[in-house]
């Protein structure tokens, strides 16, 4: 059921209001004795808000956000907070945020509405000042010597951030489990082979839940007979494929193999790709490895009868939607600028614009797919992005009256449609409108080769 403005204006003042963030203040002793002009409420609204409205944010524009609620306090005040302890308190804000800003309306499409959620993966790495490198080692080699990596479970049906991880950035991507916590019965997971992980597939499979992956070069391919399969030989002169196997030489994990075979073009250009980057990590790829390029090639135990091959290719390209996230955190939301900062600022003001990034999308979700003149048109996180921010200050000051927010919400849907849109495209439609001419009448078949090929010049 869609959110009214006004049920909506309800939320974010249970979310902002005084006794919940106080008590929280007091839970992570940031703040210990009352009287304090700088309360919890107001440091968590002047940063959140701040945040909204900068993509960068000084100390004297936190200050003047605190303005805006008639408290008067210094740059060096806001500094003095800055601890531990303040870190605790907005983490634990972001975590009850993640549980408040709940969007229960998933997408109307029914080639995703066949699962639960539809989690997608991945992470990203901020640079870090290299006196944190004993905290926060990098990755080695020509990279930083301290950073930050920020891994995001994002379910995509729901437009919900389902779980945040900071690790160092030198822990790896692919010996990650942490995020099978939130994996439910019925949902999708796509990852790249940055997590290519058996065992963590295998996981996901007795949660009685689905996982779709590229194959990875080299993992051990048997038949539902457990014969060994030259994978190379199997595919040679298939255009299409699609057959039951056995995965992981240990494992013999059941599973599709779904694979397209590219244009010459396109897999000489993956080819030349694969080797510039095996060149830099010092290493030289197999024969069998490049030969294999010429193919697009999935894992999945999503059955035959809920996805064919060629929705296997298409729901692939739904996990770019966590790039286009992570560029919204960088670029948009400001998360590049923290690489100077020390930790303890840091990590609260991370926290502080994860709870913004989960009320935009709290707040753009009833209108993710536009109904009427705009119903062709899917929102776009960028625009949204810079819609909100011209409403950031505005909302901050009436939070406290349910009303005035109710009716700032209704000006802010107004600009979301008209405005935040994305840009439409004359030969190759959306990513939600090619997942909805998916499932209907008209066949994916006319955009299955482009699909394939711009999902084969990722990463290999």
Known sequence: MTLTE???????STFFSEAEVTQVAYQTNFVQRSGSKLSGLIFLQAFVFACLEHSRVSLSKI???CLDLGVVVSAQAIDQRLGLASVAFVQQMFLQAMLIFVNRLALPLPLIAQFSGLNLIDSSIIPLSDKLAPTYPGSGGNGPKASLKVRLVFDFLYQAVRQLSLTPG????????DYLRVIQPGSLTITDLGYFNLDNFAQIERRSAYFLSRYQSGTSVFDPTGQAIDLLSRLAGQNVTDQAILVGRDQRLPCRLV???LKQEIADQRRRRAQQAAKR??????????ALLTWSIYLTNVPEPMLT??????LYRVRWQIELVFKLCKSYCGLRSLAHLRAE??????YARMIGLLLLFFLMAPLRLP???EAKQELSLVQARLIGQRFARDLHQCLAKPAQVAKLLTEFRTHLVRFGGKNKRKSKPNLCRALALSFGLVEVQFSLEQEVEVLALSPV
């Open 6 to 12: 006004k049920e909506q204006a309800m939320v974010i």
């Open 63 to 65: 200050a003047q956000s």
């Open 170 to 177: 030198r822990q790896s991507d692919k010996g990650s489990s």
């Open 259 to 261: 694979a397209f075979e």
């Open 281 to 290: 990590r010092g290493k030289t790829l197999r024969p069998t490895t490049l």
């Open 309 to 314: 091959p060629a929705q296997v290719a298409l």
């Open 345 to 350: 600022r840091l990590l609260t003001e991370l």
């Open 371 to 373: 109904t009427g003149a």
